[in-house]
């Protein structure tokens, strides 16, 4: 890091003070935060991405290719042989990944941190000072092309571009976060983006996208790479699983709300209900263990 501070978010959001970004913008609205090409070149650049292509195996579904018209299957982008054979293959052939990116898809690297320290190092850090779990995504996108289908993360994202540029497009509109999309009414897109706000991100520009947000991207007249840091904070429902575990509150959880042969219309057991919410009113004055853990690693000597 540089630009003259310690801080990975302060690093990443520029001239936004963080204050100013958590009291104003987080979860409200998106932010285009203007870099300079050389910005994240010390973190990751366009050599490191080629690097990890071609000196590791690229294992679907971590590695994909995917496009706009969902049409690029594991099998487009595998050695082909028998039925059998093809199941169990998940190591992409190289020059068929190419292909389907020339031909428009684009390219998707899950968990990219892990395969490039400095970055790793980088994200590890920002998690640390936020205290939330954060997973990076790579993208690499040919020129003129749309990229995914119009969507919504249920998390926060910040895109980092590192090469060439992309346009995002987004909106507001109405969703529920907690339902697939494949149930819900898409916006619609059309040809003069009706509706649409759009940045043009370049290299060494940051974008911030709220969780909820209907979004989508096309490259103009360059390629583009760039790098997806998601946010992952603790959910009710996170924390309620994680919680399953302790003895009191996992006994409570096997409470029967309905007994056999009781034609009841509403819960029988409400005594149940409020020992189990009493539990979790204890357990949520109780500080919060450590969110957070760099993964571990092999030390050989």
């Not at 169990?88 to 031909?103: D, G, S, T």
């Not at 909106?171 to 509706?195: K, Y």
């Not at 840091?229 to 096997?254: A, F, R």
């Amino acid at each position: 890091m540089s630009e003259k501070t310690d801080s990975p978010l302060q690093f990443l959001l520029g001239d936004t003070p963080t204050p100013r970004f958590f009291g104003e913008i987080y979860g409200k609205r998106p932010l285009h935060i203007i870099g300079t090409p050389a910005k994240f070149s010390s973190l990751f650049a366009l050599s490191d991405l080629n690097a990890i292509l071609n000196f590791s195996s690229l294992l679907y579904p971590r590695v994909r290719v995917t496009d706009h018209r969902n049409t690029i299957h594991k099998y487009d982008l595998i050695n082909d042989k028998d039925r059998y054979s093809n199941n169990l293959n998940n190591e992409l052939n190289r020059k068929k990944v190419l292909l389907a990116i020339a031909r428009g898809g684009t390219l998707v690297y899950d968990r990219i941190q892990e395969s490039h320290l400095p970055l790793e190092s980088f994200v590890d850090q920002l998690s640390e000072e936020i205290q939330t779990r954060i997973s990076v995504n790579g993208y690499y996108t040919a020129r003129r092309t749309q990229g995914v289908n119009v969507h919504f993360d249920r998390h926060d994202v910040f895109a980092i571009q590192i090469h060439g540029s992309k346009r995002w497009f987004y909106r507001e509109d109405s969703h529920v976060l907690s339902r697939a999309m494949r149930h819900q009414s898409v916006p619609l897109v059309d040809e003069n983006f009706t509706g649409w706000h759009s940045v043009l991100l370049e290299q060494g520009d940051v974008f911030y996208c709220p969780r909820g947000i209907w979004h989508f991207t096309q490259t103009e007249e360059n390629h583009s790479a760039h790098l997806a840091l998601g946010w992952y904070p603790l959910t009710i429902g996170d924390w309620i699983k994680k919680l399953e575990s302790h003895p009191e509150i996992g006994e409570l959880l096997e409470e029967y709300v309905q007994q056999p042969g009781m034609n009841a219309p509403s819960m029988h057991n409400a005594a149940a209900l409020d020992n189990l919410i009493d539990a979790l009113r204890m357990e949520a004055s109780r500080p919060f263990p450590r969110l957070t853990r760099p993964r571990p690693y092999l030390e050989l000597e």
